[in-house]
């Protein structure tokens, strides 16, 4: 691993990772499920830890045949309800999640870089999500390509939602440099197809050993322009 990019590569497209690495979704995730949980009458259940497991369930979730992000994120209530012992959940609380994509908000350093780096690249996202959700979702611009797991039939732990990327933007995978957040979904998913991958680690979690060693690591996306030239 290295704090620079392989010699010699000259991405042409750069495509990121939605949330948890251009929207700040950690706050808006914790007061969600926190109201969850309080809903269900047991607010002495962690809300952060809830959101962690209902989350990991998500990505074991993303392997299974093709269903929507708002189903799975339906079902993963369900087994964190379990798993916590709530037994007075409803799984209709899990709207208050979708309804709050519209007030979530851009880390601070997103507009300002991705304003420089559309200069001399393409721009894509890659998300695990469905087309509605992100279409509310206050991104600040436009985008050269747009790849969800909607469009593409499938998540990114797979492959498929890569393989989507590179069907739609007609380019190689040493032509595109991927920027993301989940060691589990960005790096498993991208690196398998041959994707240079820069990890935006911004809570500086550590790296775990069962996971595809991404190229760079970064704490944020402001880096990005340096690490081009």
């Given amino acids: 691993m290295s704090d620079k990019l392989p010699v010699g590569f000259k991405p042409r497209m750069l495509s990121f990772d939605v949330y948890g690495t251009l929207v700040n979704t950690p706050p808006t995730n914790f007061r969600v499920f926190g109201a969850i949980l309080a809903d269900a ?4 259940v962690d809300p952060e830890a809830f959101n962690a497991f209902w989350e990991h369930r998500n990505i074991v979730h993303y392997r299974d045949p093709y269903r929507s992000y708002k189903e799975i994120c339906r ?43 559309a200069r001399n690249h393409q721009l894509a996202v890659v998300s695990n999500i ?47 440099l991927h920027s993301g957040q989940s060691q589990f979904t960005d790096m498993v998913g991208g690196k398998l197809l041959g994707l240079t991958v820069a990890w ?5 979690i550590a790296l775990s050993p069962d996971v595809p060693a991404p190229d760079v690591i970064l704490r944020g996306i402001a880096g990005l322009p340096r690490l081009l030239g």
């Fill in 41 to 44: 009458g047991r607010t002495d």
């Fill in 75 to 117: 079902i993963s209530l369900m087994e964190a309800y379990e798993r916590f012992g709530v037994t007075t959940g409803r799984v209709e609380a899990i709207e208050r999640f979708f309804e709050c994509f519209a007030s979530m908000e851009l880390y601070p350093d997103v507009l300002p870089t991705l304003e420089i780096l």
């Fill in 130 to 176: 469905d087309d509605d959700l992100l279409s509310e979702t206050p991104l600040g611009r436009a985008f050269d390509l747009v790849c969800t797991a909607e469009r593409a039939g499938g998540y990114k732990p797979d492959g498929t939602l890569f393989r989507y990327l590179l069907t739609s933007s007609g380019l190689g995978a040493g032509e595109i």
């Fill in 200 to 204: 935006i680690n911004r809570r500086g």
